[in-house]
């Protein structure tokens, strides 16, 4: 995967990221057209390729706005599709919806990996990190195409590319709160409540990473790493279910 990616990069070095046919690529995949694609270049533009180049905004304000929107119509959908749900239902299944997984296998879907702006080193080796760049460059263009396009078009193309994928796969039915199952097995078995402990931190400022440790007790089982506290606790928590079911099966 990673020789492909570095071999990407180098493709897209020369500047060529949003030429007049990856600029069609993008109208096609968003249905509007481009006349000026500055802000779709701020959306696709990572951090770590803001140093010693022409590249001075980084997609970090638009990730937020799109994060936004994203949660609004999926909100929606959901809201519309699952008429006799309450709001602990839907809230549980949107998570599902937004997060670094169903983001990033939605960027892969999209190629999107042809078009951000990212630096060699964190493309050209075995980045753990690669999931939430895309992920986070989803959100952010999420956000240009509400900006440039409006809501209806940023709708549509959520729709196409996020919600009916997830929906058609059964996204939904999925419990991904890893967290929430390994403190209803605890209980069930009457074991104290499991706690979580950043046991170690790493990288950079904007390339932070923690490694989350979950214990009952005294005992750890299981850690988990990632860009955040909560996803390296959601991580955590699913390799101490798993341990949990070996020990149960032994």
Do not use: W
Request: hydrophobic content about 40%; proline content about 2%.
């Amino acid at each position: 995967m990673f020789k492909f990616i570095s071999h990407i990069f180098e493709k897209f070095r020369s500047g060529k990221v949003l030429s007049r046919k990856n600029i069609e690529k993008l109208e096609e995949l968003i249905d509007h057209k481009i006349s000026d694609p500055q802000i779709f270049i701020e959306a696709l533009t990572h951090r770590s390729y803001l140093d010693n180049r022409k590249f001075k905004v980084s997609n970090e304000r638009l990730e937020f706005l799109g994060d936004a929107v994203l949660g609004f119509i999926v909100a929606e959908g959901l809201y519309q599709i699952f008429t006799d749900k309450d709001e602990g239902y839907l809230t549980k299944i949107r998570s599902n919806f937004v997060n670094r997984n169903s983001l990033y296998d939605a960027a892969v879907r999209i190629d999107l990996i042809h078009f951000v702006f990212v630096s060699k080193e964190l493309m050209a080796v075995e980045n753990l990190g690669i999931k939430t760049i895309l992920a986070d460059a989803l959100e952010a263009l999420l956000g240009a195409i509400y900006l440039y396009c409006g809501l209806d078009t940023c709708r549509n193309f959520i729709l196409k590319y996020i919600f009916n994928p997830n929906i058609k796969m059964g996204i939904h039915l999925i419990d991904e709160n890893y967290k929430s199952q390994l403190l209803e097995y605890a209980q069930s078995i009457k074991l104290e409540i499991p706690k979580y402990f950043v046991i170690y931190e790493e990288g950079p400022e904007h390339e932070r990473y923690f490694t989350v440790e979950v214990r009952i007790g005294q005992q750890s089982l299981g850690e988990g790493k990632a860009r955040n506290k909560k996803s390296a606790e959601q991580d955590a928590a699913k390799a101490a279910l798993q341990n949990l079911s070996v020990l149960k099966k032994s």
